[in-house]
């Protein structure tokens, strides 16, 4: 589903270049989720960025299903990030004035879905995340383990092939986290998406399926 294929990107500091990534490679099946850990600073948060599209690599290259992204224009790499990707954040980043579930709908309604199966679909999803009873609660009213499951919802709503979460359960208490996360591996296998979920839990990050450690600026399985 996903091959990341020698990844290599760094950031100017001034006079100096600051190496990031260096020749990182990894493929993901569909089904299949990754912990990724590492230390703060050693560049998750940039991988997934690149994964994702938002930024491109100064080397290597993201295959999806065998394509490759590298020659993408813009338009083509929002496109492919609307209909294939699903994101998930340490802070939910919830739009504090529409409910639970108009919080689910809209990405659908962007996406061109009509209204009532975007309807359906939240209400499915929601129900699946325990949250059938807080459809109309907006954020403000929702604990953050709910807020989180909101998130997670929203990020599934559109069917992606592939889901990125960076520290998805990091605003959370341990007991909310290992509840958040048991709900968040049982959609991903039921939908058959690839996923990475960066993590500073390595607890959970070793009940994954496999569990890759960025460490200077290449990944090591283990």
Do not use: W
Request: hydrophobic share 40%.
């Amino acid at each position: 589903m996903l091959s990341i294929l020698n990844i290599s990107h760094a950031y100017k500091q001034g006079d100096n270049t600051l190496t990031i990534l260096n020749g990182c490679s990894l493929n993901v099946s569909a089904g299949q989720i990754v912990a990724l850990v590492g230390n703060s600073g050693a560049g998750k948060t940039t991988l997934l960025q690149l994964i994702g599209l938002l930024e491109q690599p100064q080397g290597g290259d993201i295959e999806i299903q065998g394509r490759s992204t590298r020659s993408l224009n813009d338009e083509a790499r929002t496109g492919l990030r609307r209909h294939t990707y699903g994101f998930v954040y340490q802070f939910h980043h919830l739009l504090p004035e529409f409910s639970a579930l108009e919080n689910v709908v809209l990405p659908q309604l962007i996406a061109g879905v009509d209204k009532q199966t975007a309807k359906n679909t939240a209400v499915e999803l929601l129900d699946n995340l325990g949250l059938g009873h807080r459809l109309e609660h907006r954020p403000k009213q929702l604990s953050g383990g709910e807020q989180q499951r909101v998130a997670i919802a929203r990020a599934l709503a559109n069917k992606p092939k592939i889901l990125l979460a960076d520290e998805p359960t990091g605003n959370l208490d341990p007991t909310t986290a290992a509840e958040v996360f048991s709900l968040l591996v049982k959609l991903v296998k039921d939908q058959k998406i690839a996923a990475i979920i960066a993590t500073h839990n390595h607890t959970l990050a070793k009940s994954m399926d496999r569990f890759v450690e960025l460490k200077n600026g290449k990944l090591h399985e283990k």
